[in-house]
């Protein structure tokens, strides 16, 4: 019974902390709204992330709470360019990245990112989350006109 | 008969077949000694056991032996035969000799599996590199042609219509079992050899048809028929199972939609390809680096974007193939593997496949452990390994391409990643250095992070200093101080130019031409046009023919002209009109050769000129000035009409707000000539309401209250003018503004009753308490001295307190210059003259620049540069009262250099200008008297001295006067007329305008003390002389 259980313990265990990579703190595109106590987390999470793809992601993340939506870009962009065959954490990083360039000003670049988003995972959940941007983006450059 | 052949040769092939199933393999006898049949059979021997090498000799053998036979049934084992040959050559890779077996079979009857034979001849003919053949065989195969025997061939044999002999001693059901065991019997190499008409040729299967569509898109791409290319890729990529031979159809069908530049179509392939495995292939790699390169040259940025980054990693492919390695292992019985790198002794690189439990510094030989021998697939894809490890390296290549891709497709933090890490692996190489310097321009546009650009650069250049990366990163960081308008920025860059080692690169050479233009226009910017002459020299002269030839030939011409070498410019700017008749300034050059012959004075050529502009470029930038300028000629013609056409012409088609300032105000200058003082006010109300924040409201205001005074309403032009000094007079460069100030000056001296000047005042000095702003300060300072005649005061103070005069507006550099010239300190002349000629060459307040710059020449003797000065100012002022001071001096110097008829002619000009009367008459006749006293004529001098304290003693507190007196009695003295001398010096003291002056000390010398007593006595008891010395002869005329 003891043994059942430490293994019962064990297996929840292994379980949390393969579970931990796949957050639910973090959304499919990165998460700007975190409380203190969930960006804590986050960066007590980042010690015990040894995938590069998944530390940068996270460490943007991070970055991006804490208000350096700049800081957080050039992170992402980190990911994009040396990891750009992990397709666990490609689409949700191109989909921060156009939601960062919006959040700098920088419609044009999030327009671009956007779109090609759209191209290349077009029939996807991903994309549909790109054509929302990509209106966004619309509507922020007509209230700048 | 014909049946009875029939039967037997049905029975005797099956018997053959039979046999050869049933018969053993034996050694291979003398090919010589078999009959056919023996040949056969020891053909069909060897196929039985897969021997198919061995199979080959008895075949080719029966073929010869049987060369000449024209019987139907062996035409036809000899067809069998012949597709037998192909298909064992095909299975033994000899693509030739199958294509010729395969070619005799198609094109000799009875043909009975055409669709087979033509498309194993398509496949070898491709193999073999016979394209085009390639193409016919597979678009034969793909007709299903239909079996073809030999004509009045028999059809099925009936047994019971058979006699005893024809039956061969077999019973009727005997001959049955032998005909189902033939048909049952599969069309693979190993089966027996019959000429018997075989059952009905069976479609092809999709993985054939997918085979032969892949072959012929193949062959029509290695003949760059694309467009035909299209379909069968497009067929394999649709039915194909094998995923890499499906992507390896859609990498192929997007190199051929590129040649056909269908790029959209491309792109919707390329994201298909993304999804796929087919990246790991090899091949595909290899492939979508050269597609990426071609749409990176077709400017399809976003596609290419997508290709190179599917281009994986040389580590990532291995790992991949390492897994299918592995996998093709256990399934063939073989133990795992791990890929090791190691080079021979020549130091070629060496793939090894080390097993998976063995020491990973030694490998261990397959068969020598009596391990299954390797699938082909396997050995095929360990070569592949072998060839991709063996390439040279791509990834930096890839990654630096991504960067630009990023940086062209407008993700700037993407681009600036990849090229910073290219350039950080590789830092002194070429390669690096390029991504360094693409990544320091990203970082200035579109980033805009100067400062971490600055701090980079500078670090690279501190380091580097030959080859392309320099002069590439000089020119990002000029660009970034360009965009900064830090010009002065620019300038520092110079002497880390000039430290780069030289090259004859064609490209290094071009980029250090391009960075020593930008040197120039950068003094061009700061005004400082010598040096923006040189550099534009330097341009023309070390990089000859270069792309900025003729733009540098134009701004060195414009140089010219800000340094007022009219001529040069003329003759610059006509050699480029010359030299460059379709050239991109043309227009420009044309009208500043117009500018130029006006400064010339040539007036009537330089209409001319502006005509010729105005009439050839009327949609050219430069339109509006050439109206503006001819306009001007009109104007000073007296052809007012004609010229305020033009300015209205030049306001209508002013591109730039400084166009359209220019004409207004002339026009309202023309229009105040006449006291048309409501289209004054109409032209300027137009020209805020078009330009508004862009216009010169400064000068609009002046003009408007200019006008309201004309009509009556002074209080309220006081009341805009001290509005429009407080809200634009902090800003040094509006010149409106000091139009207003002396304006101002001069309403409020004549127009204002004392309290409402008073009160000016004191609003004014309010605005001076509550203003922070420097210029306008001293702008304040400066109408409050004029108004209250404490210029000089002012000046003096300004002169201590200012030690540099780059932010002093015109107003405060005229007050400095005033108060210097009371001082005889002429030690800032050419300084501030300068920064007039450079900021503020229309500015009225420059006159008093000239006059210091003038006299401060003419004190240090450099007469012809002070003959220069007085003769611009000339040329400016005219007969202003302020410019007399240029025609007495041109008579001064000449008057130094004993040009007495120049000088006298000279000083003679003065009495005849109306507005010069007063002090310079007297001053003016004075000098006459110079002119003869110096040429040795003392009694004209004499004559010229006394009308001066006839007639001017009133003026400039009785000093000419004085002096005259002096030089007077100096002449009489020459003259020998001691009497005379003696009363002119009486007279002097006599003469209450001078006799308190300093020079009247020389004559009471002369008179003596008791003389001085007496005449000061009989002024006291007010005696009046009248005193006049007569020279007989010729006297003042």
């Known amino acids: 019974m003891n043994r059942n259980f430490c ?62 939506p700049e800081q957080a870009l050039q992170t992402l962009s980190k990911l994009i360019v040396h990891h750009a065959h992990s397709k666990k954490w490609i689409a949700r990083s191109e989909l921060m990245s156009a939601a960062l360039y919006i959040q700098l000003g920088m419609l044009d670049a999030a327009d671009v990112t956007a779109r090609q988003i759209q191209a290349l995972y077009e029939g996807t959940e991903t994309a549909e989350k790109a054509t929302v941007l990509r209106a966004e983006i619309e509507k922020l450059k007509e209230s700048v006109e | 008969m014909r049946l009875r052949r029939n039967i037997l040769r049905l029975i005797g092939g099956s018997m053959i077949s039979i046999l050869c199933v049933a018969s053993p393999a034996f050694a291979q006898e003398d090919l010589a000694e078999l009959s056919a049949s023996g040949l056969l059979n020891e053909a069909a021997k060897n196929l039985a056991v897969e021997n198919y090498g061995a199979a080959i000799p008895y075949l080719t053998r029966y073929l010869d032996l049987m060369e000449n036979t024209e019987d139907d049934r062996v035409v036809a084992l000899k067809q069998v035969v012949r597709l037998k040959l192909g298909k064992i050559s095909a299975y033994l890779d000899d693509s030739f000799s199958a294509v010729n077996y395969l070619k005799q079979y198609t094109q000799t009857l009875p043909c009975y599996r055409p669709r087979e034979a033509w498309k194993l001849l398509a496949l070898n003919l491709y193999e073999s590199g016979q394209v085009e053949l390639c193409i016919a065989a597979a678009t034969n195969a793909l007709s299903r042609p239909l079996p073809k025997g030999l004509p009045n061939q028999s059809k099925a044999v009936k047994t019971e219509e058979l006699s005893k002999d024809e039956m061969g001693g077999f019973t009727a059901r005997q001959i049955k079992r032998i005909e189902e065991e033939a048909a ?81 179509e491309a792109k919707k392939f390329i994201v298909e390809l993304y999804h796929t495995n087919a990246r790991y292939d090899i091949r595909v790699n290899m492939a979508l680096m050269s597609a990426a390169a071609a749409l990176y040259a077709e400017a399809e940025y976003d596609s290419s974007l997508m290709l190179y980054r599917m281009v994986l990693p040389r580590s990532n492919l291995v790992a991949y193939q390492e897994d299918q390695i592995n996998a093709l292992r256990r399934s063939a019985g073989l ?40 699938p082909i697939a396997l050995v095929e894809m360990e070569e592949s390994v072998g060839v991709l490890l063996a390439l040279p390296s791509y990834e930096e290549d890839v990654l630096f391409r991504t960067g630009l891709l990023f940086a062209r497709a407008g993700r700037p933090w993407e681009a600036v990643t990849a090229l910073e890490s290219v350039a950080d692996r590789d830092p002194d190489g070429e390669r690096g250095q390029e991504a360094f310097a693409e990544f320091l321009m990203i970082l200035v546009d579109p980033l805009e992070k100067y400062a971490l650009a600055e701090k980079r650069g500078k670090q690279f250049l501190s380091t580097y200093v030959a080859g392309l990366g320099p002069r ?214 137009a020209y805020l309401d078009r330009y508004g924040d862009e216009a010169d409201v400064a000068k609009a205001a002046f003009w408007i209250g200019k006008t309201k005074i004309a009509q009556g309403r002074i209080v309220e032009a006081v009341e805009a003018y001290h509005e429009a000094i407080v809200k634009y007079g902090g800003n040094i460069r509006q010149d409106g503004v000091d139009l207003i100030l002396s304006e101002l000056v001069n309403v409020s001296g004549r127009l204002l009753e004392n309290d409402e000047r008073e009160a000016l005042k004191k609003r004014l000095r309010t605005s001076l308490q509550e203003s922070d702003n420097v210029t306008l300060q001293l702008r ?59 900021r503020y060459e229309d500015s009225d307040f420059m006159r008093a620049a000239l006059k210091l710059r003038g006299f401060g020449l003419f004190s240090a003797g450099e007469y012809d540069e002070a003959l220069k000065v007085a003769s611009e100012t000339q040329a400016l002022y005219g007969t202003d009262p302020s410019a007399v001071w240029a025609q007495i001096m041109k008579g001064r110097i000449e008057l130094q250099k004993e040009e007495f008829d120049a000088a006298r002619k000279t000083f003679r000009a003065v009495l005849s200008v109306r507005e010069w009367r007063g002090e310079p ?72 305008y001078v006799n308190q002056l300093p020079q009247a000390e020389e004559a009471k010398t002369a008179l003596g003390a008791a003389e001085v007593l007496e005449i000061t006595t009989l002024l006291l008891q007010g005696t009046q002389t009248n005193w006049v010395v007569t020279l007989d002869a010729e006297g003042a005329e």
């Not at chain 2, 199972?241 to 859609?250: C, N």
């Open chain 2, 780 to 838: 304040l300072r400066v109408l409050l001295a004029s108004m209250e005649g404490t210029v000089i005061e002012l000046g003096k103070q300004l002169i201590s307190e200012l030690d540099e005069l780059e932010q002093a507006p015109p107003p405060v550099l005229s007050v400095i210059c005033d108060a210097s010239f009371e001082q005889e300190d002429y030690s800032r002349a050419a300084e501030i003259l300068n920064i007039f000629q450079t």
């Open chain 2, 472 to 685: 590439r990163v000089a020119h990002a960081l000029t660009r970034s101080y360009q965009k900064q308008e830090l010009w002065k920025e620019i300038k520092k860059l110079l002497p880390v130019i000039e430290q780069f080692a030289s090259s004859t690169d064609s490209t290094v050479l071009q980029y250090e031409c391009e960075l020593y233009y930008m040197q120039a226009i950068a003094d061009m910017v700061l005004l400082n046009y010598p040096s923006a002459r040189a550099g534009f020299e330097r341009v023309l002269i070390d990089y000859p023919d270069s792309h900025q030839q003729e733009s540098a030939t134009y701004w060195h011409a414009m140089a010219q002209l800000f340094l007022k070498n009219h001529k040069e410019a003329f003759d610059e700017f006509e050699s480029y009109v010359a030299t460059w008749p379709n050239g991109s300034w043309l227009p420009s050059a044309a009208f500043h050769s117009g500018v130029c012959l006006f400064g010339m004075e040539r007036y009537d050529e330089a209409h001319v000129r502006f005509t010729q502009v105005i009439e050839a470029w009327p949609n050219a930038s430069i339109y509006s000035d050439a109206c503006s300028m001819r306009g001007d000629l009109l104007a000073s013609k007296g052809m007012l009409n004609e010229a305020q056409r033009d300015y209205e012409e030049a306001i209508a088609t002013a591109r730039l707000p400084r166009q359209a300032t220019y004409a207004v105000f002339q026009m309202t200058a023309l229009f105040d000539l006449e006291e048309r003082y409501d289209e004054i006010l109409v032209a300027v109300n």
């Open chain 1, 7 to 68: 293994i019962l313990i064990l297996l929840a265990a292994a379980a949390f902390s393969f579970g931990s990579e796949q957050t639910t703190a973090v959304g499919a595109e990165g998460n700007s709204t975190l409380s203190k106590s969930e960006l804590r987390a986050m960066e007590q999470q980042l010690e015990t992330i040894t995938d590069p793809a998944a530390r940068l992601f996270f460490q943007a993340n991070i970055e991006r709470a804490k208000g350096d």
């Open chain 2, 921 to 992: 008459y007297a001053e003016a006749t004075y000098y006459l008297g110079q002119v003869e006293e110096k040429s040795g004529d003392p009694r004209k001098a004499f004559g010229w001295y006394q009308r001066v304290y006839f007639q001017y003693k009133g003026y400039a507190n009785g000093y000419w006067a004085a002096e005259a007196y002096l030089t007077s009695a100096r002449c009489l003295e020459q003259l020998g007329l001691k009497n005379d001398q003696r009363n002119t010096f009486r007279a002097m003291l006599f003469d209450k």
């Open chain 2, 184 to 264: 049952k019997a599969g069309e693979d190499l190993s089966q027996g050899i019959s000429g018997d008409v075989p059952d009905a040729e069976p479609d092809y299967t999709v993985e054939e048809l997918v085979l032969l569509k892949m072959t012929l898109a193949e062959a029509y791409s290695q003949l760059e028929n694309w467009e035909a290319s299209i379909d069968p890729y497009e067929f394999v990529i649709e039915n194909a199972s094998a995923e890499d031979r499906r992507g390896y159809a859609i990498m192929q069908m997007v190199n051929s939609l590129i040649e056909l530049e269908q790029f959209d």
């Open chain 2, 335 to 374: 133990p795992r593997v791990d890929i090791q790198i190691s080079t021979n002794e020549t130091g070629r690189i060496e793939t090894l496949f080390g097993n998976k439990s063995s020491d990973l510094s030694q490998t261990v030989s397959e068969f020598s452990e009596g391990l299954p021998p390797k």
